[in-house]
T-cell receptor, first 114, second 110 residues
């Protein structure tokens, strides 16, 4: 079974702090994704990566950056956390290539910025 | 711009009362349509992928169907453990990422 793990289930940070969210997958997937999920807005894509050191902006990249130094690990960075970044953050991974492969999700990190 | 609209937003059923959830989509070209189940406080769990109009897939009490403009998730004789939010997503031609709908929150009462 595909397993996607996230470093924290719950996180509380202060405004202005630098925040790191880590995601690890164990299935050698090429693609990795970061979403945030908010009530009424669904899942919105922040960034994704299709290879080591490669990244593309999603729909809402402002205020975020990412890092992928190893194939199995994809990090989301909040350079200076703000209260409007309080949300559920979900990491996902999938196979790469031309076919529409399903994404497998981690358990999520609920981040509160105070 | 790719769009996915799910209806209803919320649905309450009695145990055994069959129903359908709708997912309408607008994409330039469809590579795949995905259904996920999400329990409160957890990540979405993959259910089905549909690739072309007319395709159907089944898993236990769930059956997903696809037309050129929408997909249905049929739930036959649901049980309380089917209570969850069901998410629909599409992948458009030339895109790696998925576009998600806002989901249908299903509650099945015993």
């Amino acid at each position: 079974d595909v397993k996607v793990t996230q470093s924290s289930r719950y996180l509380v940070k202060r405004t202005g702090e630098k925040v790191f969210l880590e995601c690890v997958q164990d299935m050698d997937h090429e693609n990795m994704f970061w979403y945030r999920q908010d009530p009424g807005l669904g899942l919105r894509l922040i960034y994704f990566s299709y290879d080591v050191k490669m990244k593309e902006k999603g729909d809402i990249p402002e205020g975020y950056s990412v890092s992928r130094e190893k194939k199995e690990r994809f990090s989301l960075i909040l350079e200076s956390a703000s209260t409007n970044q309080t949300s559920m953050y979900l990491c996902a991974s999938s196979l790469g290539g031309a076919s529409p492969y399903e994404q497998y999700f981690g358990p999520g990190t609920r981040l509160t910025v105070t | 711009e790719d769009q996915v609209t799910q209806s209803p937003e919320a649905l309450r059923l009695q145990e055994g009362e069959s129903s359908s959830l709708n997912c309408s989509y607008t994409v330039s070209g469809l590579r795949g349509l995905f259904w996920y189940r999400q329990d409160p406080g957890k990540g979405p769990e993959f259910l089905f992928t549909l690739y072309s109009a007319g395709e159907e897939k089944e898993k236990e009490r769930l059956k997903a169907t696809l037309t050129k403009k929408e997909s249905f998730l049929h739930i036959t004789a649901p049980k309380p453990e089917d209570s969850a939010t069901y998410l629909c997503a599409v992948q458009a031609t030339g895109r790696r990422a998925l576009t998600f709908g806002s989901g249908t929150r299903l509650q099945v009462q015993p």
